[in-house]
């Protein structure tokens, strides 16, 4: 048996140690210093996962999808830009303004669907891929519109040749019976197959450019706008020919007419 002494000395360690030991030693693992957490089975309360203070995960498209939006707008403005200044044209009818009208608001749709999309897109290929589309709307706008511009100068142009070609065929007609008019006769034949040709290119040129969708690929876009550059081009290069037919005739004539009618 331990003596009393002894065993008087192992319960003041104990206690003396009891007393030294933090009281979170004995805290439970899971405590919050509130009350013990409640277990089930044995197994620790689950803690709930922070919520987005919304209520709604955090958007991990955020940024991109920030800067997608900015891009379509800024596609959008464009578009508008250009319809204004179409609608406020002088050199433009009121037919071709209607055309445009109708295929601008075409492509004001397809960016307000660009739009939409981008809202839900779940990757940064996908908005990537909107941008780009918005870029290609803004730029079918931009050519359509140059292009029925150009076709009404052009058109202009042919008008106002086919006027001098008929003043210069009513002079010729006043020359005195029987002169030889085959030198204005053949640059005046010439200028009006110039002018036939400048028409057909012009129209070539136009329908090309009016028939790009409202969301065209890059293929849709270069490959009509070699199109109608090759078309215009044709064109101008024959109301050139048209014009030098022009002044020959003009010379020819006047080299056939007499002083006096000349006065």
Known sequence: ???????????AGATSLAL?????AFASPTSTG?????????????T??????????ADRLAGPRKGALHALAASTAAVQRVAASEQASTLLGSADKATLAAFD????SALSADVTAA??????????ALIQAGNRTAQAVKLAGEVTSAAATGTAAITGLGADAAALAAQEA???????????????ADLSTQLSAAQTALSTASTAALALPAAPSADNLRTTRDATETALTAAQTALTVAAADLATAK???AALTPPAAAA
């Open 105 to 108: 608001a075409g492509a004001l």
């Open 119 to 128: 809202g839900s897109a779940t990757s940064p290929q996908a908005l990537a």
């Open 1 to 11: 048996m331990p003596s009393a002494r002894l065993l008087s000395l192992a319960l």
């Open 20 to 24: 030294a030991t933090p009281a979170a």
């Open 251 to 253: 010379a020819a004539l």
């Open 174 to 188: 006043s020359l005195p019976a029987g002169t030889d008019t085959s030198s204005v006769d053949v640059p005046l």
């Open 48 to 57: 709930a996962k922070p919520a987005h203070p919304h209520g709604k995960p």
């Open 34 to 46: 509130h009350r013990p957490a409640v277990t089930h089975a044995g197994k620790p309360a689950q």
